[in-house]
């Protein structure tokens, strides 16, 4: 059931600053996530609590039922998974489409690095997933003045021009190029204005700090920034797809890191009587050093980049994966791997398609049978082929695609695997 009970800004402003003061407690503890860093002890990210902390609600099996029903198709691994685990108001989109009202996805990328890396790729293949799933309009957004503010070493023109390599990246994900519109905050700013600006009005300086823990010296534009990834949260952002209609459901899709962003939107949203977005939240693809950190664009030697070759991925996870097996033979036979710690097996749960094989794997590794060359082994290779398949769409992205994508066109909004509209003369005729 959707949330009817949500707390005031100034509540949730509260229970942000808590978030972070709880956040540098756990620190102690280890563990630390905001939209800007992940820290955490050696078994990860505690979820739960994360869940807790930010207020956001857990995806549970009545939803993977939902989203099958509505869909007809068994829902995505990541679904079947627990990686995508955390909501925000899923209940009221699925409801929405049922009733024939529709929403809409967005979802985005900050251009910090001229390749996206594994990690990046998971929001993207779900976010194709669902539009494929439900049929349904996409706007994604290149937030390269974010990058610009938040990354003293990035000139305009690079985060631009790295926002343009990305827009290559994230087109060869295989998105629909009838539904999809994508657009560089610099480009389109003239439409996310109007919304930017009721935003920046209804939002004080003390709200911004509280969500985001920013001090006196960091820079204004970090500041006013905020407003600009909440904009494209309100369908008349985009008069082109839909016209004048403010109240069309947003579905956000992201990993936990963006929650900040979106509980500040959701609450300003109350503020300009616009309708709260939903988000839909994952879990993060651990670094290959270890579940400590997410995977990240500024460490390359943990990262494996959509980039490379068959032999740097091979290489990245023989050298440096983190083991959960046995110190030497004899204990690793003896008592088995530790699954949870094991970054090849972690992998695997992210990319490997076949739940039966991955069960046998759990089973073989878990008990000492199988060795820790030979889980790294079969994790090379998945990830391998997921990326070289990737590659091969990638390098047949041309700038003739990046123009259709973003080009300011009309887009039809509706999905044709949506129940039709209960019709109202008909409704009333029954009563
Ligand atoms: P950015 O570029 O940092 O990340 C892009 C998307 O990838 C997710 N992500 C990860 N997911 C799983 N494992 C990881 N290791 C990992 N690292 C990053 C991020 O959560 C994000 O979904 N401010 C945003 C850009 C943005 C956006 C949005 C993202 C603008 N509007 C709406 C999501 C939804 C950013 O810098 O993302």
Redesign the pocket.
């Known amino acids: 059931m959707e949330n009817t009970t949500e707390p005031e800004f100034e509540k949730i402003s509260e229970q942000a600053s808590e978030a972070s003061s709880k956040a540098s407690l756990d620190n102690n503890e280890e563990q630390k996530v905001t939209?800007f860093e992940?820290e955490a002890g050696e078994t990860g990210v505690d979820y739960d609590r994360l869940i807790d902390q930010f207020g956001c609600d857990r995806i549970e099996a009545r939803h993977l039922e939902k989203i099958e029903q509505l869909t007809g198709q068994k829902p995505h691994r990541f679904l079947r998974r627990n990686i995508f685990f955390s909501h925000r108001s899923l209940d009221w989109c699925l409801k929405s489409f049922e009733t024939g009202r529709g929403f809409y996805l967005?979802?985005?990328?900050?251009?910090?690095s001229s390749s996206?890396?594994?990690?990046?790729?998971?929001?993207?293949i779900f976010t194709k997933y669902m539009q494929e799933a439900f049929d349904l309009p996409l706007v994604?957004?290149?937030?390269d003045d974010?990058?610009f503010f938040h990354k003293q070493v990035l000139t305009f023109e690079n985060v631009y021009k790295m926002g343009y390599e990305?827009i290559k990246d994230i087109i060869a994900f295989g998105f629909d190029p009838e539904k999809t519109f994508i657009f560089s905050d610099i480009d389109y700013i003239k439409y996310l204005y109007p919304n930017v600006c009721k935003m920046q009005k209804a939002l004080t300086l003390n709200n911004v700090k509280g969500v985001f823990g920013f001090n006196d010296s960091d820079n204004a534009g970090k500041y006013s920034f905020p407003a600009i990834?909440a904009a494209?949260s309100f369908s008349n952002t985009f008069p082109h797809i839909f016209g004048k209609k403010k109240n069309v459901p947003c579905l956000?899709?992201?990993?936990?890191?963006?929650d900040p962003?979106?509980r500040m939107t959701r609450d300003i949203a109350k503020k300009l009587k616009y309708e709260k977005p939903g988000?839909i939240?994952?879990?993060?693809?651990?670094?290959i050093t270890g579940l400590s950190g997410?995977?990240?664009?500024s460490l390359a030697h943990t990262t494996i980049y959509l980039s490379d070759d068959p032999s740097q991925i091979k290489n990245k996870i023989n050298k440096h994966a983190k083991s959960g097996g046995g110190d030497t033979l004899k204990e690793h036979r003896e008592k088995g791997a530790n699954l949870e710690v094991d970054i090849p097996y972690q992998y695997l749960t992210f990319f490997l398609e076949d739940d039966d094989e991955l069960a046998r794997i759990a089973e073989e590794y878990s008990s000492g049978r199988m060795l820790t060359g030979e889980i790294k082994e079969i994790c090379a290779k998945v990830i391998t082929d997921f990326i070289t398949e990737y590659q091969e769409r990638r390098s047949k992205v041309t700038d003739e695609d990046v123009k259709a994508f973003t080009a300011i066109r009309p887009i039809d909004p509706k999905s044709s695997k949506m129940p039709p509209k209960p019709d109202k003369t008909m409704e009333e005729a029954k009563k």
Do not use: W
């Open positions: 939209a992940v967005y979802t985005g990328r900050g251009p910090s996206l890396h594994v990690g990046h790729a998971v929001p993207f994604i957004q290149l937030t974010e990058k990305n990834q494209p956000i899709p992201q990993a936990i890191d963006q962003y979106f988000c939240q994952s879990k993060f693809f651990p670094a997410k995977m990240s664009a």
